[in-house]
């Protein structure tokens, strides 16, 4: 069962405009979000979260926004750079399970110079 | 800072061999670490927990005596995979927190490619 899904897996996108990563959840538990970035052959490192008592958090170019009656999260890369090509990894904390991320599928975003 | 390594980063073994893999971090103490399994276009599984000088908790369907974790200092936790068979063949991440509350201090390690003939 697969708790976190990120529906989609590739995404291209011309530099300097805006990309755009979707992620859903189904367990109502959840009440933190976390988006990781992964490059090949490296581990995956943090890029942003949000907590359910938040609708939204901004950290430069990175913007979450989580929607929590939809059990839907997003997030908002403006503008795009080269150098964000990767794999974005969603992954959800909360309920009994202390410490535990459970993770999308991820989405692989390649920006166009 | 808040670097964890993985040894080794990719091994090719046998099937019915015993394969160790390392994870280390090296500029804090670790009170928790996470093992990670990762299928090809998958979402990264959370194999186990394990809390220095504890024994591990494993995820439903994790079989414990075929995946040997030991947590044996603050620094240093080991996985284990005994008598590998080709199913076992993936992509092994481990991840280390002081407070595995704090999601977002959570440091990944590069992984670790195994393949088993």
């Known amino acids: 069962d697969q708790q976190v899904k990120q529906n989609s897996p590739s995404l291209s996108v011309q530099e300097g405009r805006i990309s755009i990563l979707n992620c859903d959840y189904t367990?109502?538990?959840?009440?933190?979000f976390l988006w990781y970035k992964k490059y090949p052959a490296e581990g995956p490192t943090f890029l942003i979260s949000i907590s359910s008592i938040k609708d939204k958090n901004e950290d430069g170019r990175f913007t979450v926004f989580l929607n929590k009656s939809a059990k839907h999260l997003s997030l908002h890369i403006v503008p795009s750079q080269p150098g964000d090509s990767a794999v974005y990894f969603c992954?959800?904390?909360?309920?009994?399970?202390?410490?535990?991320?459970?993770f999308g599928q991820g989405t692989i975003l390649t920006v166009h110079p | 800072g808040a670097v964890v390594s993985q040894h080794p980063s990719r091994v090719i073994c046998k099937s019915g061999t015993s394969v160790k893999i390392e994870c280390r971090s090296l500029d804090f103490q670790a009170t928790t670490m996470f093992w990670y399994r990762q299928f090809p276009k998958k979402s990264l599984m959370l194999m186990a927990t394990s809390n220095e000088g504890s024994k591990a908790t494993y995820e439903q369907g994790v079989e414990k005596d075929k995946f040997l974790i030991n947590h044996a200092s603050l620094t240093l936790s080991t996985l284990t995979v005994t008598s590998a068979h080709p199913e076992d063949s993936s992509f092994y991440i481990c991840?280390?927190?002081?407070?595995?509350?704090?999601?977002?201090?959570?440091?990944f390690g590069p992984g670790t490619r195994l393949t088993v003939l």
């Open positions: 367990n109502s538990m959840f009440d933190y």
């Open positions: 991840s280390a927190s002081v407070y595995p509350g704090a999601y977002n201090e959570q440091f």
């Open positions: 992954a959800a904390a909360g309920g009994t399970s202390y410490g535990k991320l459970t």
